[in-house]
């Protein structure tokens, strides 16, 4: 197995995990608390976050991950170790009733037992302490919602969206969403008593076990577009309902039968405001031949992905002005439109322009690190004050680009008065091209080494009695496959 960066955190132990800090939200006798009960801040957390937005600890963390970047990646622009320390993930139940024929799972994932919830908290406690406050957590595994369904223990997932709220993470739900429309209740528990702000739908034709779209009569991914307005309509819903801004991204894979037909999924986010506002983030993946993936006669190639992608916007894109660990892993644009029944206005604020460059690299340098990481809006409007008050130039840039887009006819006054009217929506355009199972086990390249090295999204395991952080291609093409057999084999000598 590869050698993987290792992170020097004690084991935990199942009682370990009831700490006084714990305890404070979970009883001994029970695994599910009622709802989480979150300290109101007091003023001087108002006043730290002004004064100091970002804590000495967050700002070590950053820089051991700059420090640890191949220097050829170090770059202005790069958002890893200067935004985030990467984007974690749990490896979670592993069970999923769909059968997608391009799945990063190995065979047999769906007989693997339950995760317990001890370990889920000890994956989050590693996590915790390798992103610092506010660290992203992706709390996914096979689909988390199917699996806690299946086992019976629903309630266990908002323990464990409770435990990553509680322990100063920000957890976003990964789901293919089917058990969400049809228990709502449910979800409205997970944002009410889990805590739960951010959640991402895996929708696209690719996918087998949708109720009501037999994916053998899904040509086009236009198809599938009222599906997606059904998620909209729910999150809508719950936000009335529980009074918290819930917020989603979409993710798609594109493999040979959807390449042609993913612009239409960008046509009907643009077409209304409210799939802007709901859905922030929209994220392709390339397919990757490793886990079940029945991979294409003909693979999609991310150029390809990005090409289709900026026709659909109606601009030239450039995958270079923000760098997401290795240019060859991630690119990401972002979009603003002014809503119209029968033609949307588009601007594109990545252009390959200097002065773009240079307002990217400013709020960067401005508020990286001071993502919106608190449940507490008030504290996290203050600290990204805190980091403008420190560095007023991206004022300056913002100025500057928003001027040289007016004299290219990059973007008008009309648009400009609507934009501060609050009659514009944005949303990232996001690609991820994963590693196939063949590049990450044969003898590195230069290329592949630097993208390991510098990967955005990472899991944690359990090694030697130590937490060790692996990314996520090494993840599904080495250590999952293992993880699971391990487990397996437990199972049946039980």
């Known amino acids: 197995m590869n050698k993987i960066v290792k992170v020097d955190i004690p084991t935990r132990t199942s009682s370990a995990l009831h700490s006084s800090e714990s305890k404070q939200v979970f009883s001994k006798d029970s695994n599910v608390t009622p709802c989480l009960i979150s300290k109101a801040p007091s003023w001087r957390d108002y006043i730290t976050a002004l004064w100091r937005p970002m804590s000495a600890d967050k700002k070590q963390q950053l820089k051991a991950r700059w420090d640890a970047l191949p220097k050829s990646l170090q770059l202005p622009n790069q958002i890893v170790g200067q935004h985030w320390v990467h984007c974690g993930y749990t490896l979670g139940p592993s069970y999923c009733s769909f059968g997608c024929s391009h799945c990063y799972l190995p065979k047999g994932a769906n007989k693997v037992p339950l995760v317990p919830l001890a370990q889920m908290k000890a994956q989050i406690d590693a996590q915790r302490s390798l992103l610092g406050e506010g ?64 959640l991402s739908i895996h929708i696209d034709i690719i996918m087998a076990g949708r109720k009501g779209f037999p994916v053998k009569q899904l040509q086009n991914e236009a198809q599938l577009n009222t599906l997606r307005d059904q998620f909209v309509d729910l999150v809508l819903k719950v936000r009335k309902q529980t009074g918290k801004l819930v917020v989603a991204a979409q993710t798609v894979t594109v493999g040979e039968k959807n390449i042609d037909s993913i612009g239409e999924i960008i046509h009907w986010l643009m077409e209304k405001k409210q799939n802007m506002d709901v859905c922030r983030t929209i994220s392709f993946q390339t397919e990757a031949d490793v886990g079940r993936t029945l991979y294409s006669d003909q693979p999609v190639t991310p150029e390809r992905v990005w090409q289709q992608l900026s026709d659909s916007v109606g601009k030239p894109l450039p995958r270079d002005h923000m760098v997401f660990g290795h240019p060859d892993c991630s690119s990401v644009a972002s979009i603003l439109v002014r809503p119209h029944p029968r033609k949307q206005e588009v601007i594109n604020l990545s252009l390959a322009t200097d002065s773009s460059r240079k307002m990217w690299n400013a709020l960067l340098h401005t508020f990286g690190g001071l993502g919106a990481k608190s449940t507490h809006p008030g504290l996290s409007l203050l600290q990204k004050i805190g980091g403008l008050l420190r560095r007023p130039a991206a004022v300056y840039w913002v100025v500057a680009n928003s001027i040289d887009m007016l004299r290219r006819n990059e973007l008008s006054w009309g648009f400009l008065r609507s934009a501060l009217g609050g009659q514009v929506c944005g949303f990232n355009l996001v690609m991820h091209n994963f590693m196939s199972e063949q590049d990450v086990a044969s003898p590195r390249s230069n290329t592949i080494q630097d993208r390991l090295q510098a ?40």
């Open 135 to 198: 660290g992203n957590l992706q709390i996914t595994g096979g689909d988390v919602v199917d699996a806690y369904f299946k086992a019976g223990r629903p309630d266990e997932l908002i323990t464990v969206l409770q435990y990553a709220t509680l322990r100063g993470l920000v957890p976003m739900l990964m789901t293919h969403g089917q058990i969400l429309l049809e228990q709502p209740d449910y979800f409205t528990r997970l944002v009410s008593e889990g805590g739960l702000r951010k």
């Open 455 to 494: 990967c955005a999204f990472k899991g944690v395991v359990q090694h030697d009695g130590q937490w060790q952080a692996v990314s996520m291609c090494e993840m599904n093409a080495q250590w999952r496959p293992e993880l699971y057999r391990e487990q397996l084999s437990a199972k049946k000598q039980a």
